[in-house]
Antibody
Framework: EVQLVESGGGLVQPGGSLRLSCAGS????????MSWVRQAPGKGLEWVAN????????YYVDSVKGRFTISRDNAKNSLFLQMNSLRTEDTAVYYC?????????????WGQGTTVTVSS | DIQMTQSPSSLSASVGDRVTITCRAS??????LNWYQQKPGKAPKVLMY???SLQSGVPSRFSGSGSGTDFTLTISSLQPEDFATYYC?????????FGQGTKVEIK
């Protein structure tokens, strides 16, 4: 079964850091673009970042540039999101999602999400 | 950034109704338009990609159309399991952007 499982969410104070992980199974993660998408409580979906198969290209939404870093370890079939200088507005459920072989593809496999709460 | 605008934001419909949701892009995105369904507490699920391609496993009562800036998602005969929130998303350029969502509720 093709599956993504996120972990690493939790409660953190403003200005703090958190590292999210996403483990893939049932497919070869190294063949796909991968994305992080978040959803604030009661709000819609917001794409956060994506990364090319070999990690050579990374793109971010403006609101997280300079604070978040997406990375991957293909040998471990894993995706990561390092989140620094966290703000209350970063509070959300964070999903990892599989893209396609090409960059501008749909997101066809999603994890169950991990919750990040930024609060003092 | 490309803005995606969905209408309506919510609708009430009955089982068996034909439902249409529209999505407009702030600039041309060719056919790089995808539709997702999300139920409360669950991850989104892709329904349609490149405007009119049905994702494997998705019932054929779902269909999509459009190109350029205007797109539609149609549910030909609404079923109880279709009550959910639907999002369009452009995959033409980064940042990838979603519409604000359309909540389909039971009438």
């Amino acid at each position: 079964e093709v599956q993504l499982v996120e972990s690493g969410g939790g409660l953190v104070q403003p200005g703090g850091s958190l590292r999210l992980s996403c483990a893939g199974s049932g497919f070869t993660l190294s063949s796909y673009w991968m994305s992080w998408v978040r959803q604030a409580p009661g709000k819609g979906l917001e794409w956060v970042a994506n990364i090319k198969q070999d990690g050579s290209e990374k793109y971010y939404v403006d609101s997280v540039k300079g604070r978040f870093t997406i990375s991957r370890d293909n040998a471990k079939n894993s995706l990561f999101l390092q989140m620094n200088s966290l703000r209350t507005e970063d509070t959300a459920v964070y999903y990892c999602a599989r893209g396609g072989i090409m960059m501008f593809s749909h997101l066809d496999v999603w994890g169950q999400g991990t919750t990040v709460t930024v609060s003092s | 950034d490309i803005q995606m605008t969905q209408s309506p934001s919510s609708l009430s419909a009955s089982v068996g109704d034909r439902v249409t949701i529209t999505c407009r892009a702030s600039q041309s995105i060719s056919s790089y338009l995808n539709w997702y369904q999300q139920k409360p507490g669950k991850a989104p699920k892709v329904l349609m990609y490149t405007a009119s391609s049905l994702q494997s496993g998705v019932p054929s009562r779902f269909s999509g159309s459009g190109s350029g800036t205007d797109f539609t998602l149609t549910i030909s005969s609404l079923q109880p399991e279709d009550f959910a929130t639907y999002y369009c998303q452009q995959s033409y350029s980064t940042p990838l952007t979603f519409g604000q969502g359309t909540k389909v509720e039971i009438k």
